[in-house]
Protein backbone atom coordinates (compact mmCIF):
# COMPACT_ATOMS: atom_id res chain seq x y z
CA UNK A 1 0.00 0.00 0.00
CA UNK A 2 1.21 3.62 -0.61
CA UNK A 3 1.69 5.64 2.35
CA UNK A 4 0.32 9.08 2.82
CA UNK A 5 0.80 11.98 5.11
CA UNK A 6 -2.10 14.83 4.77
CA UNK A 7 -0.29 18.75 5.88
CA UNK A 8 -1.96 22.36 5.42
CA UNK A 9 -4.56 22.29 7.88
CA UNK A 10 -5.68 24.85 10.94
CA UNK A 11 -7.21 27.88 11.97
CA UNK A 12 -8.81 29.74 9.59
CA UNK A 13 -11.91 32.71 9.89
CA UNK A 14 -15.15 32.29 7.94
CA UNK A 15 -14.51 33.34 4.27
CA UNK A 16 -10.70 32.23 4.03
CA UNK A 17 -8.89 29.76 2.06
CA UNK A 18 -6.53 26.55 3.17
CA UNK A 19 -4.71 24.57 0.86
CA UNK A 20 -4.43 20.98 1.95
CA UNK A 21 -1.33 18.50 1.30
CA UNK A 22 -1.23 14.88 0.82
CA UNK A 23 2.30 13.49 0.32
CA UNK A 24 2.18 9.70 -0.79
CA UNK A 25 5.07 7.51 -0.43
CA UNK A 26 5.85 3.59 -0.60
CA UNK A 27 4.48 3.04 -3.78
CA UNK A 28 4.38 4.30 -7.67
CA UNK A 29 1.98 7.56 -7.08
CA UNK A 30 0.91 7.36 -10.37
CA UNK A 31 -0.84 4.06 -10.05
CA UNK A 32 -3.53 5.59 -7.52
CA UNK A 33 -6.61 7.66 -8.30
CA UNK A 34 -6.36 9.74 -4.98
CA UNK A 35 -9.63 11.13 -3.55
CA UNK A 36 -10.32 13.85 -0.20
CA UNK A 37 -12.95 13.03 2.61
CA UNK A 38 -13.63 14.64 5.86
CA UNK A 39 -15.52 13.89 8.96
CA UNK A 40 -17.24 16.40 11.45
CA UNK A 41 -17.59 15.10 14.95
CA UNK A 42 -20.63 13.22 15.33
CA UNK A 43 -20.70 12.44 11.82
CA UNK A 44 -19.88 10.31 9.06
CA UNK A 45 -16.85 10.55 6.77
CA UNK A 46 -17.85 12.40 3.47
CA UNK A 47 -16.24 12.07 0.19
CA UNK A 48 -15.51 15.76 -0.97
CA UNK A 49 -13.35 15.40 -4.32
CA UNK A 50 -11.44 12.75 -6.26
CA UNK A 51 -8.78 12.86 -9.29
CA UNK A 52 -7.61 9.91 -11.45
CA UNK A 53 -4.63 8.41 -12.17
CA UNK A 54 -4.50 10.79 -15.36
CA UNK A 55 -5.23 13.47 -14.27
CA UNK A 56 -7.67 14.23 -16.49
CA UNK A 57 -10.49 13.82 -14.51
CA UNK A 58 -11.90 14.97 -11.90
CA UNK A 59 -15.19 14.70 -9.62
CA UNK A 60 -16.29 17.41 -6.70
CA UNK A 61 -19.09 17.15 -4.61
CA UNK A 62 -21.91 19.14 -4.91
CA UNK A 63 -21.76 19.83 -1.06
CA UNK A 64 -18.29 22.02 -1.95
CA UNK A 65 -18.51 22.32 -5.84
CA UNK A 66 -17.04 25.89 -6.47
CA UNK A 67 -15.15 26.10 -3.21
CA UNK A 68 -13.17 23.05 -3.21
CA UNK A 69 -10.61 22.13 -6.16
CA UNK A 70 -8.21 19.22 -5.86
CA UNK A 71 -5.55 18.75 -8.01
CA UNK A 72 -2.26 16.61 -8.10
CA UNK A 73 1.24 16.59 -9.56
CA UNK A 74 2.61 13.05 -9.91
CA UNK A 75 6.01 14.27 -10.36
CA UNK A 76 6.18 15.51 -6.56
CA UNK A 77 4.04 12.50 -5.17
CA UNK A 78 1.21 14.99 -4.10
CA UNK A 79 -1.89 15.98 -3.98
CA UNK A 80 -4.06 18.98 -3.20
CA UNK A 81 -6.71 19.99 -1.80
CA UNK A 82 -8.08 24.26 -2.33
CA UNK A 83 -10.81 25.23 -0.06
CA UNK A 84 -12.22 28.70 -0.36
CA UNK A 85 -14.83 30.58 0.99
CA UNK A 86 -14.84 28.04 3.93
CA UNK A 87 -17.28 28.24 6.31
CA UNK A 88 -17.72 27.08 9.78
CA UNK A 89 -19.63 23.72 8.80
CA UNK A 90 -16.69 23.16 6.70
CA UNK A 91 -14.77 22.22 10.22
CA UNK A 92 -13.76 18.79 10.21
CA UNK A 93 -10.69 15.81 10.19
CA UNK A 94 -9.74 16.07 6.58
CA UNK A 95 -8.42 13.03 4.86
CA UNK A 96 -6.52 11.45 1.54
CA UNK A 97 -6.99 8.40 0.41
CA UNK A 98 -5.80 6.45 -2.47
CA UNK A 99 -7.42 4.07 -4.80
CA UNK A 100 -5.89 1.47 -7.09
CA UNK A 101 -8.61 1.90 -9.97
CA UNK A 102 -7.79 2.34 -13.82
CA UNK A 103 -6.26 5.26 -15.43
CA UNK A 104 -8.59 7.87 -16.56
CA UNK A 105 -11.29 6.74 -13.47
CA UNK A 106 -12.30 8.97 -10.65
CA UNK A 107 -14.19 7.41 -7.95
CA UNK A 108 -16.48 8.75 -4.67
CA UNK A 109 -16.88 5.34 -2.95
CA UNK A 110 -15.17 4.77 -0.02
CA UNK A 111 -14.52 0.98 0.18
CA UNK A 112 -12.64 1.63 -2.87
CA UNK A 113 -10.11 3.57 -1.12
CA UNK A 114 -7.61 1.43 0.30
CA UNK A 115 -4.74 3.55 1.69
CA UNK A 116 -5.85 6.43 3.83
CA UNK A 117 -3.92 8.93 5.71
CA UNK A 118 -4.08 9.95 9.47
CA UNK A 119 -6.09 13.14 8.69
CA UNK A 120 -6.06 16.95 9.22
CA UNK A 121 -7.52 18.81 11.28
CA UNK A 122 -9.23 22.13 9.73
CA UNK A 123 -11.10 24.20 12.36
CA UNK A 124 -13.70 27.69 10.36
CA UNK A 125 -14.28 30.04 13.07
CA UNK A 126 -17.06 32.78 12.54
Known amino acids: QVQLVESGGGLVQAGGSLRLSCAAS????????MGWFRQAPGKEREFLAAISRSNSNTYVADSVKGRFTISRVNAKNTVYLQMNSLKPEDTAVYFCAASPTSFYSVTVVESEYGSWGQGTQVTVFS
Open 26 to 33: GRTFSNYA
